[in-house]
């Protein structure tokens, strides 16, 4: 905290100004929210779709999963694959106590790469169980 309040100070100092930073940070990007909402409104909703895409889950496990398949893919993908996955287990134990990994790789196919994501998918989901006793 002290490291901070030095470089504010540093900075105000060496420049002349009566603000720090970071309070002129927030005063330019209030002015410049006033002068185009339009793009604020772009990112509140960009913000919104990430959410939904990984970070507005119902559990940790589903937030996880999520990430995973979502790496190297379309959003749009992603999405498909977690809810192809979902509708083909109901649980995470389902998809950890599958014995049949293909199963996992077509519920999952639409985001690419399936045998490998299935693979650490089931094995992530496995290391979870053994380790605290469900998904």
């Not at 990984?54 to 559990?59: K, L, N, P």
């Not at 809810?83 to 106590?97: G, M």
């Amino acid at each position: 905290n002290l490291k901070i309040k030095q470089t504010k100070n540093h900075y105000a100092k060496s420049y002349g100004c009566s603000h720090t930073f970071p309070d002129e940070c927030r005063i330019v990007t209030a002015r410049l929210a006033q002068l185009h909402p339009e793009v604020v409104d772009k990112n509140s909703s960009r913000r919104k779709t990430l959410l939904e895409s990984c970070g507005a889950r119902t559990c940790i496990t589903d937030a996880i999963i999520s990430t995973m398949l979502s790496q190297n893919t379309t959003d749009k993908n992603s999405k498909a694959a977690f809810r192809s996955l979902k509708k083909a287990f109901p649980t995470w134990e389902d998809v950890e106590s599958c014995d049949e990994i293909f199963k996992i790789e077509t519920a999952i196919k639409v985001a690419g790469l399936a045998k490998t994501r299935a693979e650490r998918i089931r094995s992530m989901l496995r290391t979870v169980a053994a380790e605290r006793g469900s998904p």
